[in-house]
């Protein structure tokens, strides 16, 4: 039976994971191995909750196995996930956050704060663990698009406890203070703001951070940039060349900073802005074009009224565009920490 069950895993070392192109074993994807008569029972752990790629693994084990090996007529195959940690985190952030995704967007007014919670609800709702902090200090807005309004945190042991919506982990200014006056601060103390968004909250376990960024190549997001140690950046534009342009150097201003830009993002795409600019810009760029989310009324209702279209409307054009965009994106996260070898291997996470 031993050698059996080293045959069958022999087999599945031939299995290449496609995102990440290399075997499903040396990734210590394939876990409690058994036969149990022309059954092989084992367990295939994914590097994201929100991987697609299920129907995929099922046919290409089924091909290195079936009819390879005597004795094996099924495979018997369970699902499980563990988002690797980005070994950047260790020595400059003591939280327990796997990774940390920046959205940003050149320019105001490209959605970037609906993708921002449309992203995190996602990937929530694909059963991943995920933090959303509003890092426009000065304009915030999630409370209004997560539905939580200006509640205030409660604070347990001296940490903040950040407030709860649809399965996400929302940390916000608009939180802390009045909604009828403005935010007046100077770029020390957004500096400041920022790094007690992280070390002053408790998160608890996080596979995925989101941060929304406000726009422009200014504090924020160098505060962040080089104060944490970011995974990557998701670059949100609308089709407009002017849209883009601005989009253009934000991918720049990561890159400069060296951190890895994980994609494109195209939002309100459609009749009345055009398409296509988003997918220019990332081919200009040289990285992924992670989706195409169409002009939608309903998108823009959902933030108004704190009711995210990826959760009340799933199956709309809209819906589809942002899972599409959540799983593409915790691609690029794999595949981003394997290719800078920041990446503790599955076999060793706990």
Same mark, same amino acid.
Request: with cysteine; proline share 7%; net charge negative.
């Given at each position: 039976?031993?050698?059996?069950?080293?045959?069958?895993?022999?087999?599945?070392?031939?299995?290449?994971?496609?995102?990440?192109?290399?075997?499903?074993?040396?990734?210590?994807?394939?876990?409690?191995?058994?036969?149990?008569?022309?059954?092989?029972?084992?367990? %295939?752990?994914?590097?994201?909750?929100?991987?697609?790629?299920?129907?995929?693994?099922?046919?290409?084990?089924?091909?290195?196995?079936?009819?390879?090996?005597?004795?094996?007529?099924?495979?018997?195959?369970?699902?499980?996930?563990?988002?690797?940690?980005?070994?950047?985190?260790?020595?400059?952030?003591?939280?327990?956050?796997?990774?940390?995704?920046?959205?940003?967007?050149?320019?105001? *007014?490209?959605?970037?704060?609906?993708?921002?919670?449309?992203?995190?609800?996602?990937?929530?709702?694909?059963?991943?663990?995920?933090?959303?902090?509003?890092?426009? %200090?000065?304009?915030?807005?999630?409370?209004?698009?997560? *539905?939580?309004?200006?509640?205030?945190?409660? /604070?347990?042991?001296?940490?903040?406890?950040?407030?709860?919506?649809?399965? /996400?982990?929302?940390?916000?200014?608009?939180?802390?203070?009045?909604?009828?006056?403005?935010? %007046?601060?100077?770029?020390?103390?957004?500096?400041?703001?920022?790094?007690?968004?992280?070390?002053?909250?408790?998160?608890?376990?996080?596979?995925?951070?989101?941060?929304?960024?406000?726009?422009?190549?200014?504090?924020?997001?160098?505060?962040?940039?080089?104060?944490?140690?970011?995974?990557?950046?998701?670059?949100?534009?609308?089709?407009?060349?002017?849209?883009?342009?601005?989009?253009?150097?934000?991918?720049?201003?990561?890159?400069?900073?060296?951190?890895?830009?994980?994609?494109?993002?195209?939002?309100?795409?459609?009749?009345?802005? @055009?398409? @296509? @600019?988003?997918?220019?810009?990332?081919?200009?760029?040289?990285?992924?074009?992670?989706?195409?989310?169409?002009?939608?009324?309903?998108?823009?209702?959902?933030?108004?009224? *704190?009711?995210?279209?990826?959760?009340?409307?799933?199956?709309?054009?809209?819906?589809?565009?942002?899972?599409?965009?959540?799983?593409?994106?915790?691609?690029?996260?794999?595949?981003?920490?394997?290719?800078?070898?920041?990446?503790?291997?599955?076999?060793?996470? @706990?």
């Amino acid at each position: 039976m031993t050698e059996l069950r080293d045959q069958v895993m022999a087999a599945l070392g031939t299995v290449i994971e496609p995102e990440l192109d290399r075997d499903i074993v040396s990734l210590g994807m394939v876990r409690d191995l058994s036969i149990e008569g022309s059954t092989a029972q084992f367990t %295939i752990v994914l590097t994201t909750p929100a991987c697609p790629l299920k129907n995929v693994f099922i046919e290409r084990c089924d091909a290195a196995v079936i009819g390879k090996i005597p004795g094996i007529s099924r495979l018997d195959i369970k699902w499980d996930a563990q988002v690797p940690t980005d070994k950047k985190m260790f020595g400059r952030l003591d939280v327990p956050i796997r990774s940390i995704v920046a959205v940003h967007s050149g320019k105001g *007014g490209v959605g970037k704060s609906t993708v921002s919670t449309n992203l995190a609800c996602a990937l929530a709702e694909a059963g991943a663990r995920v933090g959303l902090i509003d890092a426009d %200090i000065l304009n915030p807005n999630l409370p209004m698009m997560t *539905g939580l309004g200006y509640g205030r945190p409660r /604070v347990v042991d001296n940490k903040m406890m950040p407030i709860e919506a649809y399965g /996400v982990k929302v940390m916000s200014t608009g939180f802390l203070s009045d909604p009828g006056k403005p935010m %007046i601060m100077r770029g020390p103390m957004l500096h400041s703001a920022i790094r007690q968004f992280f070390m002053d909250v408790n998160w608890g376990q996080l596979d995925y951070m989101i941060v929304d960024l406000p726009p422009g190549t200014g504090d924020a997001p160098l505060s962040l940039a080089q104060s944490f140690p970011l995974t990557g950046a998701v670059i949100v534009t609308q089709p407009q060349e002017v849209a883009v342009s601005d989009a253009l150097r934000s991918a720049a201003m990561f890159e400069t900073l060296n951190v890895p830009v994980l994609g494109v993002v195209e939002n309100m795409a459609g009749d009345f802005f @055009g398409s @296509g @600019g988003g997918e220019t810009l990332a081919h200009q760029r040289g990285v992924p074009f992670l989706g195409r989310i169409p002009m939608d009324a309903e998108v823009r209702k959902g933030g108004d009224y *704190g009711r995210p279209v990826v959760i009340h409307q799933p199956d709309s054009p809209a819906g589809r565009a942002f899972h599409t965009l959540a799983q593409m994106t915790a691609a690029r996260i794999s595949v981003v920490m394997l290719q800078t070898a920041d990446v503790i291997p599955l076999t060793v996470i @706990g």
